[in-house]
């Protein structure tokens, strides 16, 4: 766990909470992790279902790797620490989200376990709901995919640490939600979100 190094400090509450902005924003945060392999399709089915809400009024947050790699964790590379403490400070940002009554939609590899259940605990920790989408790919079909060129790069030894090739993904054993983006369509993929978000109440059934 990371240390707290600054001292004297006390958590300030305010008079407008959780629960009143669920009311005005007619809809409950929580944060949806989607992780998998890279090219799984974890941002494709992200930017699908913030388009989808959007449409139906609600409030997201989309928060991407890459898109945080350059900004507030463009100081950190991919070895196991620097991926923890890229987790972690996902996490902490996500939460803040969830508290202020956004449906936060985070895709991120995340390829470990422990790293996973210490954002769902911190969420926890906090009152706050955490959703856990395994975007299931088979590696060929990742391999297959590959946008980016990176398994190509990561077969030729030009990246270290690529998850799947030379660094492990351990696959979540109890995911609330599991797509299998081999197998089913974005369309599909984005229902299934959405009529748990409805079964769960995050948003008002239609």
Not at 116 to 122: A, F, G, M, N
Request: negative net charge; hydrophobic residues 35%.
């Amino acid at each position: 766990m990371t240390e707290q190094k600054s001292t004297n400090v006390h958590w300030h509450d305010g008079e407008v909470n959780r629960e009143d902005r669920t009311q005005l924003l007619g809809q409950k945060g929580v944060t949806l992790w989607f992780t998998g392999l890279s090219g799984s399709g974890k941002s494709t089915i992200a930017v699908a279902l913030e388009k989808t809400l959007y449409q139906h009024g609600k409030l997201t947050y989309r928060l991407d790797g890459d898109n945080i790699r350059l900004g507030i964790n463009k100081n950190l590379g991919f070895s196991a620490q620097d991926r923890s403490e890229n987790i972690r400070r996902i996490g902490e940002i996500a939460k803040l989200f969830v508290d202020a009554g956004v449906i936060v939609l985070a895709s991120f590899i995340s390829p470990y376990t422990v790293d996973r259940d210490r954002v769902r605990q911190l969420h926890g920790d906090a009152g706050c709901d955490f959703v856990e989408v395994f975007v299931d790919c088979s590696l060929d079909q990742a391999e297959i995919r590959d946008p980016k060129g990176l398994y190509k790069k990561a077969r030729a030894g030009e990246i270290k640490n690529f998850t799947g090739i030379d660094d492990p993904y351990e696959v979540p054993p109890h995911p609330e939600i599991h797509l299998r983006s081999d197998q089913m369509s974005v369309e599909q993929e984005v229902d299934v979100i959405i009529n748990y978000l409805r079964e769960h109440a995050f948003i008002a059934a239609s």
